[in-house]
């Protein structure tokens, strides 16, 4: 494995951070680059001793503290939110952001928080929309014009097309979910940018041929949240009498949810070219696969709804989250 890049499958909020955590440990990757949209994203990583972490801007993977963290420059950043994980989660040093990193100021801050993109869009009110249209009008600032930002400035193309020329691991992360994207998703129900694998590659500098494996990520069931179409979409009684209420990492809004949806799951594997597929939370449909690191300890059920996705996708399932838990993982990528 030389460059891995994890996109979420369906509307966000698939437990992508928890993946790439994962993937972030057990694979010992030199860098870990976030591409994406913007603090609109919101990650949830539980590490070992049980700590809860809620990332929004930092690359999920920022728990190996071997790897470099790096945000591309078709990301827009927050400078307070950066720095203030940064400095909560001890990241200092290791953290950086390529000098063309739009950034966001109060001003989109308030942009977002009103009018269209609150009411119908539903929108996170983190400045991310506001921003990006700012930048496609050429008037936004970069990292580069912030003297506060300097001393996090690297060249992050540079940076993950040089470790790799030197056999080093990358890990790709996206944010977001295909559907959400501005170019496939449910437009106008959608986020700011193409949040799609060739998105996420072209926000951090990687080229079409540096790719080798793209995980897609899939919950075991599908939520939504704000506005914007839902197939089948569940009342939220029923949704929380099967264990399915969520609440948004950055917004707390409640999640709408509906079953795993086959359909949009084969449209999102053609649209990011996976070579994988990830499904979290195996545990939430069935009770008795919590914490199980091995396949052959899932319940027959559990097993039949792996393998019914593999054989209806034709992708392998490679990796089953079985709870929050870095480590409550099945690793299928040696045994399939
Ligand atoms: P915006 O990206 O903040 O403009 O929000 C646009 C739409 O995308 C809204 O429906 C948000 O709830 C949704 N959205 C944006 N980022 C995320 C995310 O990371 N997870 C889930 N939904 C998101
Ligand atoms: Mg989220």
Same mark, same amino acid.
């Given at each position: 494995?030389?460059?891995?890049? %994890?996109?979420?499958?369906?509307?966000?909020? +698939?437990?992508?951070?928890?993946?790439?955590?994962?993937?972030?440990?057990?694979?010992?990757?030199?860098? &870990? !680059?976030?591409?994406?949209?913007?603090?609109?994203?919101?990650? @949830?990583?539980?590490?070992?001793?049980?700590?809860?972490?809620? %990332?929004?801007?930092?690359?999920?993977?920022?728990?190996?503290?071997?790897?470099?963290?790096?945000?591309?420059?078709?990301?827009? %950043?927050?400078?307070?939110?950066?720095?203030?994980?940064?400095?909560?989660?001890?990241?200092?040093?290791?953290?950086?952001?390529?000098?063309?990193?739009?950034? &966001?100021?109060?001003?989109?801050?308030?942009?977002?928080?009103?009018? +269209?993109?609150?009411?119908?869009?539903?929108?996170?009110?983190?400045?991310?929309?506001?921003?990006?249209?700012?930048?496609?009008?050429?008037?936004? /600032?970069? #990292?580069? *014009?912030?003297?506060?930002?300097?001393?996090?400035?690297?060249?992050?193309?540079? $940076?993950?097309?040089?470790?790799? *020329?030197? *056999?080093?691991?990358?890990?790709?992360?996206? @944010?977001?979910?295909?559907?959400?994207?501005?170019?496939?998703?449910?437009?106008?129900?959608?986020?700011?940018?193409?949040?799609?694998?060739?998105?996420?590659?072209?926000?951090?500098?990687?080229?079409?041929?540096?790719? =080798? $494996?793209?995980?897609?990520?899939?919950?075991?069931?599908?939520?939504? %949240?704000?506005?914007?179409?839902?197939?089948? +979409?569940?009342?939220?009684?029923?949704?929380?009498?099967?264990?399915?209420? $969520?609440?948004?990492?950055?917004?707390?809004?409640?999640?709408?949810?509906? =079953?795993?949806?086959?359909?949009?799951?084969?449209?999102? &594997?053609?649209?990011?070219?996976?070579?994988?597929?990830?499904?979290?939370?195996?545990?939430?449909?069935?009770?008795?696969?919590?914490?199980?690191?091995?396949?052959?300890?899932?319940? #027959?059920?559990? /097993?039949?709804?792996?393998?019914?996705?593999? +054989?209806?996708?034709?992708?392998? !399932? @490679? &990796?089953?989250?079985?709870?929050?838990?870095?480590?409550? !993982?099945?690793?299928?990528?040696?045994? @399939?």
């Amino acid at each position: 494995m030389a460059s891995t890049v %994890v996109v979420g499958g369906f509307f966000g909020d +698939e437990g992508k951070g928890k993946i790439i955590s994962y993937l972030a440990i057990k694979d010992n990757p030199g860098v &870990i !680059v976030r591409g994406g949209a913007g603090p609109n994203a919101g990650h @949830t990583i539980r590490d070992d001793s049980g700590k809860v972490y809620k %990332v929004r801007m930092l690359p999920s993977g920022f728990l190996n503290k071997n790897a470099k963290v790096m945000i591309g420059p078709g990301v827009v %950043v927050d400078p307070n939110v950066l720095k203030k994980e940064i400095k909560d989660f001890g990241v200092e040093g290791r953290s950086f952001i390529d000098r063309h990193c739009g950034v &966001i100021e109060e001003s989109h801050l308030a942009r977002d928080s009103r009018g +269209e993109l609150k009411e119908k869009i539903g929108s996170t009110g983190s400045g991310t929309g506001p921003a990006n249209s700012d930048r496609a009008m050429r008037v936004l /600032r970069l #990292a580069k *014009d912030l003297d506060s930002l300097s001393s996090m400035i690297v060249d992050v193309p540079e $940076e993950i097309n040089s470790a790799l *020329d030197a *056999d080093e691991d990358v890990l790709v992360e996206g @944010t977001q979910g295909t559907f959400l994207s501005l170019w496939h998703g449910t437009y106008p129900f959608v986020t700011s940018k193409d949040v799609t694998a060739s998105g996420i590659c072209a926000d951090v500098g990687l080229g079409p041929t540096k790719v =080798d $494996e793209v995980i897609a990520v899939f919950k075991s069931y599908v939520t939504r %949240v704000g506005t914007g179409p839902l197939q089948n +979409e569940l009342s939220p009684e029923e949704a929380k009498r099967r264990g399915w209420s $969520e609440f948004g990492t950055v917004t707390g809004r409640q999640r709408r949810a509906a =079953d795993f949806d086959f359909d949009l799951a084969r449209r999102a &594997i053609m649209l990011n070219g996976a070579t994988q597929i990830s499904i979290t939370k195996l545990d939430v449909l069935f009770a008795e696969c919590a914490g199980k690191t091995s396949y052959d300890e899932l319940p #027959a059920k559990a /097993r039949s709804f792996i393998e019914g996705i593999e +054989e209806r996708l034709g992708t392998p !399932v @490679t &990796i089953i989250g079985t709870g929050p838990a870095i480590n409550d !993982v099945v690793d299928r990528r040696n045994t @399939t």
